[in-house]
């Protein structure tokens, strides 16, 4: 199966800021998956990200708040903007095999 | 929306004590999945089911979709505290690629 590198593992940001949360894939792969996961909570898909087109989002989640980049098969990345206390939660990238396999997780806290 | 729901919440067992968590889907699935993540961890896939009234077993560990597809049940015999973690199932529907997760029941292990 596929393995992902993701960082960062953890930060802790000020209001108002951003960060960019990377996802390396050892293999290609079509379509790249960015969930989030608030403390003691299931998993909730922001958005699919395919390779040359723009970022598919779920209902809640738009493209100003969390933009996506995937410029080739084997990476992306997830921008949290303007970032409060409420945007505090686990995030996660993904890519499908059989089952999903995940990224380690950028657990973000904002202070 | 697909909504899926589990149940326990939590449950906690001696060790050795069986455990079985129940997931059930708001409209029918094309397959489930289950996942297990460990405290501080990601969510790992275990197990896909397909087929109607499909059982699968993985060492002490035994997964049940149901006939209608709309439900699927994960039993754990004997636990060990290395069972320790929270398990999601997480359906697709139709022919999406989009995983819906369950909301997770989190399993505590003592001696």
């Known amino acids: 199966s596929a393995v992902i590198s993701q960082k960062p593992s953890r930060d802790i940001c000020q209001r108002g800021t951003s960060l960019t949360i990377q996802c390396q894939v050892d293999s290609q792969v079509t379509m790249m998956f960015w969930y989030r996961q608030q403390p003691g909570q299931s998993l909730t898909l922001i958005a699919t990200?395919?390779?040359?087109?723009?970022?598919?989002?779920e209902s809640g989640f738009v493209i100003d708040k969390f933009p996506i980049s995937r410029p080739n098969l084997t990476f992306s990345t997830l921008t949290v903007s303007n970032m409060s206390p409420e945007d505090s939660s686990i995030y996660l990238c993904s890519v499908l095999n059989y089952g999903y396999t995940f990224g380690s997780g950028t657990r973000l806290t904002v202070v | 929306g697909q909504q899926v729901m589990q149940i326990p919440q939590y449950q906690h067992v001696q060790e050795g004590e069986d455990f079985t968590t129940y997931c059930n889907s708001s409209?029918?699935?094309?397959?489930i999945q289950w996942y297990k993540q460990r405290p501080g961890g990601h969510p790992v896939f275990l197990i896909q089911l397909v087929k109607s009234g499909e059982v699968k077993k993985q060492k002490r560990l035994t997964f049940q979709f149901g006939e209608a597809k709309k439900n699927s049940s994960l039993h754990i015999t004997a636990t060990q505290t290395t069972d320790v973690g929270t398990y999601f199932c997480a359906g697709f529907t139709g022919t999406a690629s989009k995983l819906t997760f369950g909301t997770g029941t989190r399993l505590q292990v003592t001696l």
């Open positions: 409209t029918t699935l094309s397959n």
């Open positions: 990200a395919n390779q040359g087109s723009e970022a598919t989002y």
